[in-house]
C-alpha cells in the first residue's frame, strides 16, 4: 500500500499536470487505504491548485491551462468530499467574495473560492470590478460570515476601506469578517483600513477564514 506522502504527492501532481482523467481513481485508492479526506483535499487537491497558480503567475500557464486543473481538482473533490467530518451543512458558514471596483484580474479570488469551497465553505460569488454597495447588499441578503475582497491595482485599494465603512454603516460589521489579498495588499494596510485578516496566498486565505469563523468551522491544518 503506498504511503499516505506518496498519494498526497500523486493527487497535487495530477492537478498540476492536468490528469482530469485519472485523478479520481487516485483520490479512491487515498480513500480506501484509510486516509483522511481533509488532508488530501488541502494537502494533495489544494497543493496542485497553487502550483498551478504559481505557474500561472510565472506565465508556463495560461488561462486554458488553469481550468484544465480546475476540473482536475474537482473531479478530486467529488471523491474526497463525501468524505469529510464536518458540522451538519445547515450551520455552513458563507463567504461574499469578490474583486473590488475598478479591477478585474480574477485568478487569485477564483482559487480563494475554489480552495474554500473544497474546505466546506459556502460562497457567493460576487466576481470582478465589483460595486462597492454589492458586497454589503450580499452580505446582508445571505447573512455572511465573511466578506472577502481582493485586488491586483493598487489604485482600487481604498476601495476595500470604503466597503468597512459601509458595513458599519449598515449596522452589521459587528459580525461580518472581513478579509482581503493581493499583490499590493499587506498586513499593514489591512490593519490600517480595519480588516480582520490579511492573506498572501491562497492557501493561508483558508486558514485564515476558519481562524476567524472560531471552532464551529472546519479545522483546517490543525
Known sequence: MKSQQDLLMVL???VVDMEDDSVSEVA???IAAGYPALDGILKGLVDGMQKAADLYEQQEYFIPELLVCADAMYNGLDVLRPHLEQADSSKKHKVVIGVVEGDTHDIGKNLVKIMLEAAGYETYDLGR???LHRFIDKAKEVDAD??????LMSTTM???GEVIELLK???IRNRVKV????APISLAFAQKIGADGYSANAVDAVKLVDRLIGDEAVVLGA
Open 129 to 131: 470590478d465589483v460595486a
Open 179 to 182: 478579509i482581503i489579498g493581493g
Open 169 to 171: 454603516a449598515a449596522g
Open 28 to 30: 479512491e485508492e487515498y
Open 158 to 160: 481604498p476601495g476595500m
Open 146 to 151: 465573511v466578506v472577502a475582497m481582493s485586488t
Open 12 to 14: 497535487s501532481d495530477c
